[in-house]
């Protein structure tokens, strides 16, 4: 397993791992699937030394992303930023998660970032525990703000302050 910079080559499989999570109702407000031409510009947005886009690799190919985004847009927030992780769902539940939060961790000093956040459905459980066991805190939950198929859910602000020297 590695965790490396993602290249233009990983787009394809970084939108069908995304686009294998909309149906789920779960980890994304998306209702419907993206293409990788809707994702390009999104994608040449991260950059390595200030936002990176991330791929983590198995023997069998790329199974997982990670990337960071700016928070809010203003510079006053330029020292916290925005975190996703998606896993394809036949790798979910080994840690992969895990890894790359700490890899974000790892990352986060050279990147000038002292708080990482994460905009969590609520009704994510495995996504809230494991925000959670990693020190991360609920900072704040927007009630009912989503609706998808008919229902409503809430949106949890997750965060977590990083000790930097």
């Given at each position: 397993?590695?965790?490396?910079?993602?290249?233009?080559?990983?787009?394809?499989?970084?939108?069908?791992?995304?686009?294998?999570?909309?149906?789920?109702?779960?980890?994304?407000?998306?209702?419907?699937?993206?293409?990788?031409?809707?994702?390009?510009?999104?994608?040449?947005?991260?950059?390595?030394?200030?936002?990176?886009?991330?791929?983590?690799?198995?023997?069998?190919?790329?199974?997982?992303?990670?990337?960071?985004?700016?928070?809010?847009?203003?510079?006053?927030?330029?020292?916290?930023?925005?975190?996703?992780?998606?896993?394809?769902?036949?790798?979910?539940?080994?840690?992969?998660?895990?890894?790359?939060?700490?890899?974000?961790?790892?990352?986060?000093?050279?990147?000038?970032?002292?708080?990482?956040?994460?905009?969590?459905?609520?009704?994510?459980?495995?996504s809230m525990r494991l925000l959670s066991a990693l020190g991360y805190q609920e900072w704040g939950r927007l009630p009912d703000i989503a609706e998808m198929d008919g229902k409503e859910y809430s949106l949890c602000i997750m965060g977590k302050r990083l000790d930097i020297g």
């Amino acid at each position: 397993m590695s965790i490396r910079h993602a290249v233009e080559y990983d787009l394809p499989r970084i939108v069908e791992i995304y686009n294998a999570a909309i149906p789920t109702r779960s980890s994304t407000a998306d209702t419907e699937t993206v293409s990788v031409a809707s994702r390009k510009a999104w994608f040449f947005r991260h950059e390595p030394d200030r936002r990176p886009l991330l791929v983590y690799e198995r023997e069998e190919g790329v199974v997982a992303w990670m990337s960071f985004e700016d928070f809010y847009g203003r510079p006053a927030y330029r020292h916290t930023a925005e975190l996703s992780v998606y896993i394809a769902p036949e790798q979910q539940g080994r840690l992969i998660g895990k890894r790359l939060l700490q890899k974000a961790e790892e990352l986060a000093p050279a990147l000038g970032l002292r708080s990482l956040v994460g905009y969590v459905f609520a009704h994510n459980t495995r996504s809230m525990r494991l925000l959670s066991a990693l020190g991360y805190q609920e900072w704040g939950r927007l009630p009912d703000i989503a609706e998808m198929d008919g229902k409503e859910y809430s949106l949890c602000i997750m965060g977590k302050r990083l000790d930097i020297g």
